[in-house]
């Protein structure tokens, strides 16, 4: 949804029904992904007969973890990295806790160095028409 957002950026307000056809995707599905996304830093809402969605700021500004972060929940890869600090009465005898930790900090870096207008030219670098989330 974002994607579509971002890439139709300068149409003003998008109606869901919109995105939904061009994405294949339910407009029921995406009511229910605007309700975790409706936040003043993320969407501008407009309602009525030109009413929609657009994003709050410009596509390079949207990185991949913070929309995943958003969306759900977190990016951690077991769930006692969940807790800062860690709550997990294991942890001073978990011999792969490092390891974890590793993978989570490759995790973060990776997805918060994609952005959303990273992806739109990385896209149409490829010269493909069309992009499924």
Same mark, same amino acid.
């Given at each position: ?16 029904r919109?995105?939904?056809q ?17 936040r ?14 657009? $994003?709050? /700021?410009?596509?390079? #500004? &949207?990185?991949? +973890?913070?929309? =995943? ?18 709550q ?9 806790l490092?390891?974890?930790?590793? $993978?989570? /900090?490759?995790?973060? #870096? &990776?997805?918060? +160095?994609?952005? =959303?207008?990273?992806i739109l ?12 989330i």
């Amino acid at each position: 949804m974002l994607l579509d957002l971002a890439e139709h950026k300068n149409d003003g307000f998008i109606p869901l029904r919109d995105i939904s056809q061009r994405q294949g995707i339910s407009k029921k599905y995406l009511e229910q992904i605007v309700t975790l996304l409706s936040r003043p830093d993320i969407l501008r809402t407009n309602r009525g007969n030109k009413g929609g969605y657009m $994003l709050a /700021k410009e596509p390079d #500004k &949207y990185t991949v +973890g913070q929309i =995943l972060r958003i969306t759900e929940g977190g990016l951690s890869p077991v769930s006692c990295l969940e807790d800062n600090p860690i709550q997990c009465t294991q942890m001073k005898e978990c011999k792969t806790l490092p390891v974890w930790q590793g $993978l989570e /900090k490759a995790i973060n #870096k &990776y997805l918060d +160095g994609i952005t =959303l207008q990273d992806i739109l030219q990385d896209f149409q670098a490829a010269g493909a028409d069309e992009y499924y989330i």
